[in-house]
């Protein structure tokens, strides 16, 4: 009866919205993003890569899976923020966040030349630096990265490896719904220059890099698990979707790399713009 009740609740349409990461902490630093839904006239110079919608994505292979949006065709001026390899950022979501049930990933790409503005994310090569699956429990009913994320009141805290060559990049948060299926993907990009840290840089190896789309394939294990399914209920394993970590000494990339949370959010702001309300924005499907 729980199992069932839980799996009717799932398929509801319309209940909840769904959403985005609206704006970063990067040291001491606020970031705002877009605000999906309003014209780009009214946008703020803003780090963040244009998105139009709450909706997910339903589809690994959809054109826009990289950043939720190609990102260039939006007449607001795009800025950068400047991070020190070694340093945390911090993505918020829209509170409450609805969907405890799947993976968190985080990502880096580099862009070519002197900035990744007007570059499509398509075309770039990623690495991931960051990611959280099925943390303890069964598939059915245990904790998992965006639960997780959930309870750290809708942020989740990605460490630039201090490893990470210096340059322009694309960073892109992700979470993976897999309340219903098909999955549901939910990408964010943001502008980031990328200073040395303490340590010799590592390039990542090419069994690291993707793209997306072909970063991940809709028949992928990951993609397709049933939550509601017998076997759920006693499976205490998730393959997380995607490459293996980069710095991971080996290929696997079904194990959980710990998380810096940060807890005290700064007060100083790149931008003036009012806060974003969320509760007014069209909903998308279940």
Avoid at 3 to 32: C, E, K, R
Avoid at 94 to 109: D, E, I, S
Avoid at 160 to 184: C, D, K, M, W
Wanted: proline letters at 12%; aromatic letters at 10%.
């Amino acid at each position: 009866m729980t199992m069932l009740l839980f799996s009717l609740l799932a398929l509801l349409p319309n209940v909840l919205a769904h959403g985005g990461v609206l704006s970063y902490d990067i040291g001491s630093t606020h970031y705002q993003g877009w605000t999906p839904y309003n014209s780009p006239s009214l946008e703020p110079a803003t780090i963040q890569r244009p998105w139009l919608t709450y909706d997910p994505i339903l589809d690994a292979t959809d054109p826009n899976i990289a950043c939720n949006d190609d990102g260039t065709g939006a007449p607001q001026q795009l800025t950068a923020a400047p991070v020190p390899a070694g340093t945390a950022v911090k993505a918020y979501y829209n509170q409450v966040w609805p969907h405890p049930y799947g993976p968190m990933l985080t990502y880096l790409a580099q862009c070519p030349g002197s900035t990744c503005t007007g570059v499509q994310p398509r075309t770039l090569k990623w690495f991931k630096i960051d990611q959280s699956g099925l943390i303890s429990g069964t598939i059915f009913n245990g904790t998992w990265g965006s639960g997780k994320m959930i309870a750290q009141n809708s942020t989740w805290t990605s460490v630039i490896p201090p490893t990470v060559p210096a340059g322009n990049y694309l960073i892109r948060f992700e979470t993976i719904a897999l309340h219903s299926l098909p999955a549901q993907f939910y990408p964010e990009c943001a502008q980031i220059q990328i200073s040395a840290g303490p340590v010799p840089s590592v390039a990542p190896t090419a069994a690291q890099l993707v793209t997306f789309p072909g970063g991940y394939s809709n028949s992928d294990p990951g993609l397709t698990t049933n939550l509601y399914s017998n076997e759920a209920q006693t499976t205490t394993t998730y393959p997380i979707p995607g490459p293996p970590l980069y710095g991971a000494s080996s290929g696997s990339s079904g194990t959980t790399r710990p998380v810096t949370t940060v807890t005290t959010r700064p007060v100083t702001t790149a931008t003036t713009r009012p806060a974003t309300t969320t509760s007014s924005a069209p909903t998308g499907g279940s």
